[in-house]
Structure formats: C-alpha cells, structure tokens
C-alpha cells in the first residue's frame, strides 16, 4: 500500500511562489502515475495537476501555465511549483499515485492519502 508524506506548503502572498514536495513509499514510483490534489474549505476534492509514468503532464485549466508539476524517480518525489498565486489557490494540496490513469484516479477516488499540506495565499 502506498505511503505518502506531502511538504512545502505556507502562508504565501498573492502572485507569490511555492513548490510542494510529496515522497511517495510501498510502491514501485517509476511506474506509477502521481497526481496532485488540492481540497478548498467547503469544496470537493480536485484534481489540479499530472504527471504520468512517462513523463507527460496535465493540468487543471485554473492552474494552467502557473503551475509545474516534476517528478524525480530516483528520489520516490513528486513536485508541485506553483507560480503566480491567487486567493482561491488556497486549500490543503495531497498527491496521489495510480498505475491506471482512469476515473478513479482523476476523481481520487483512491484508498491512501498522505496528510496534505495547507496552502494559504493571503496578503
């Protein structure tokens, strides 16, 4: 089963930068799809970014071109740069991993989840 420990995230200002991590363990990272999440008070659980086995990214049309999402295998890492920050980017952020980019992935409709780390932009 996976284990997953997110990081990085802070009190940031509007149109400022934060890059989160998330160490991903119990599974073999190079074949698995990771995704970041992000869950906004009130608000459902979203899918924000992508990045697949091979390399290939997605992003959620609201953080389109603001946001980077990396990976590195050799350290079990995902990485999440968020460039240019806006108020509703505020939420607690999760990764996730899936060797099946489907539904249930895109939903998040997946059994483990790290603890998050919280996002808050605010002047």
């Known amino acids: 089963q996976v284990q997953l420990v997110e990081s990085g995230g802070g009190l940031v200002p509007p149109g400022g930068s934060l890059r989160l991590s998330c160490v991903a363990s119990?599974?073999?990272?190079?074949?698995?799809?990771m995704g970041w999440y992000r869950q906004a008070p009130g608000k459902q659980r979203e899918l924000v970014a992508v990045?697949?086995?091979?390399?290939?990214?997605n992003y959620a049309d609201s953080v389109k071109g603001r946001f980077t999402i990396s990976r590195d295998n050799a350290k079990n890492t995902v990485y999440l740069k968020m460039n240019s920050q806006k108020p509703e980017d505020t939420a607690v952020y999760y990764c996730?991993?899936?060797?099946?980019?489907?539904?249930?992935?895109?939903?998040?409709?997946?059994?483990?989840w790290g603890q998050g780390t919280k996002v808050t932009v605010s002047s």
């Open positions: 996730n991993a899936d060797q099946t980019y489907g539904l249930a992935f895109i939903k998040g409709e997946l059994d483990s």
């Open positions: 990045i697949t086995s091979g390399g290939n990214t």
């Open positions: 119990g599974i073999i990272f190079s074949l698995y799809n």
